[in-house]
T-cell receptor, first 114, second 112 residues
Framework: EAQVTQNPRYLITVTGKKLTVTCSQN?????MSWYRQDPGLGLRQIYY???????DKGDVPEGYKVSRKEKRNFPLILESPSPNQTSLYFC?????????????FGPGTRLTVT | DAKTTQPTSMDCAEGRAANLPCNHS???????VYWYRQIHSQGPQYIIH???NNETNEMASLIITEDRKSSTLILPHATLRDTAVYYC?????????????FGPGTRLSVLP
């Protein structure tokens, strides 16, 4: 089944403890992206990647890192999480950057930072 | 700066057409109109997009005004499963450097 998977789905952590949220897609998609969703703010893009080893900042990249060493994986790294990073996170992928309008989204990761 | 304006919420009776409006008065000539929806706490789902002509697919129809300053997403026979938040986004299709910006959207409630 073609899908985007994220792990973990739920995570409660403490301020300053480094964490990684994994994202994997099995559709051989070139384009991948991370979003966060907060009440009243809609989805905001954190980082995106147009292909392996090519990443760029979205609207809210501060406090996050990403890497794209393999085509299928696009992990989101929080080096020193803070409470304002408590949010619902979505990973997405698209066949090519030119078809980024037709993104397939993962199920989401709900992160709480205390 | 918001590029689109949508009503906060709308109701629709099951089986009726749901018409969701979107204003994008500052749309540029190379920008497309995209629609997504998000069913509660799931990832968003692409619905349809268009430039200036009306578009239809298996999910919905998109009507864009002649001046392109507004558009309407039409779900012809709404079902309870169409209850979701609907997002209207304007963006150049091939501008890889421009981010997708999802605003607050319209919360559509389909009522039995």
């Amino acid at each position: 089944e073609a899908q985007v998977t994220q792990n973990p789905r739920y995570l409660i952590t403490v301020t300053g403890k480094k964490l990684t949220v994994t994202c994997s897609q099995n559709m051989n998609h070139e384009y991948m992206s991370w979003y966060r969703q907060d009440p009243g703010l809609g989805l905001r893009q954190i980082y995106y990647s147009m292909n392996v080893e090519v990443t760029d900042k979205g609207d809210v990249p501060e406090g996050y890192k990403v890497s794209r060493k393999e085509k299928r994986n696009f992990p989101l790294i929080l080096e020193s999480p803070s409470p304002n990073q408590t949010s619902l996170y979505f990973c997405a992928s698209a066949l090519t950057p030119g078809r980024a309008y037709e993104q397939y989204f993962g199920p989401g990761t709900r992160l709480t930072v205390t | 700066d918001a590029k689109t304006t949508q009503p906060t919420s709308m109701d629709c009776a099951e089986g009726r057409a749901a018409n969701l409006p979107c204003n994008h008065s500052t749309i540029s000539g190379n920008e497309y109109v995209y629609w997504y929806r998000q069913i509660h706490s799931q990832g968003p789902q692409y619905i349809i997009h268009g430039l200036k002509n009306n578009e239809t697919n298996e999910m919905a129809s998109l009507i864009i005004t002649e001046d392109r300053k507004s558009s309407t997403l039409i779900l012809p026979h709404a079902t309870l499963r169409d209850t979701a938040v609907y997002y209207c986004i304007v963006r150049p299709r091939d501008n890889y450097g421009q981010n997708f910006v999802f605003g607050p959207g319209t919360r559509l409630s389909v009522l039995p």
